[in-house]
C-alpha cells in the first residue's frame, strides 16, 4: 500500500514535469511566433510619439511662459533693491577710487 502511494506521487511529479515542459514550449513557441508584432507595435508608438514631439514642446514652452515668466518678473521684483544697492555701492567705490590720488 506504501509503494503504490510512492509510486502514484513519483508518478504524479513526473506528469507534472512533463506539462510543465510541454507548457515552457509552448509559451516559447508563441514568443517567438508574437515577437514581430511586438516589435511592430514598438515601431508604431515609436512613430506615434516622434509625430506627438512637437505638440509636447509647444505646451511645454507655453507652460513655461504661463508659469515661469511670471515667477521670474517676482523674482526680479524682490531681489531689485538687494541688486540696486550693491550697484550702488559699486558706483560709489568706483567715484571714490577715481577721485583718490595715485
Do not use: C, D, E, Y
Not at 507652460?63 to 521670474?72: A, D, E, R, S
Request: hydrophobic share 75%; proline share 5%.
Amino acid at each position: 500500500m506504501i509503494t503504490f502511494g510512492v509510486l502514484s506521487a513519483i508518478g504524479a511529479f513526473a506528469g507534472l514535469a512533463v506539462l510543465s515542459a510541454l507548457a515552457g514550449a509552448v509559451s516559447l513557441v508563441f514568443w517567438v511566433v508574437l515577437l514581430p508584432f511586438r516589435l511592430l507595435g514598438l515601431v508604431f508608438r515609436g512613430i506615434a510619439f516622434l509625430l506627438f514631439l512637437p505638440i509636447l514642446l509647444l505646451v511645454g514652452g507655453g507652460i513655461v511662459l504661463v508659469v515661469g515668466l511670471p515667477i521670474l518678473l517676482t523674482l526680479l521684483v524682490v531681489a531689485a533693491p538687494a541688486i540696486l544697492f550693491a550697484l550702488a555701492i559699486v558706483w560709489l567705490a568706483r567715484k571714490a577710487l577715481g577721485r583718490a590720488p595715485a
